[in-house]
């Protein structure tokens, strides 16, 4: 069903988020940034889907590219 489908994009977002942030807690820069490719892959196609609002995936991409630059500093 579409609820199913839906739901199911929606968790896949959430994970690919916590995956970055995860990366970003160890302190390993370079797979922060291999995970960040993949998530903003994710949110981008959830975005295009219409299932969330595209300003919303943006936020979301813009924070956590903040975090990771915020890394070296």
Do not use: P
């Not at 993949?38 to 196609?45: F, G, H, L, M, V």
Request: proline content about 0%.
């Amino acid at each position: 069903s579409r609820r199913a489908r839906n739901f199911s994009y929606r968790t896949e977002f959430r994970t690919s988020i916590k995956k970055v942030l995860k990366a970003i807690g160890s302190g390993d820069k370079a797979a922060a940034s291999a995970e960040f490719i993949q998530a903003q892959s994710t949110i981008d196609k959830i975005a295009r889907k219409g299932i969330f609002h595209k300003n919303k995936a943006a936020r979301h991409k813009s924070r956590l590219s903040a975090k990771i630059k915020a890394m070296t500093a």
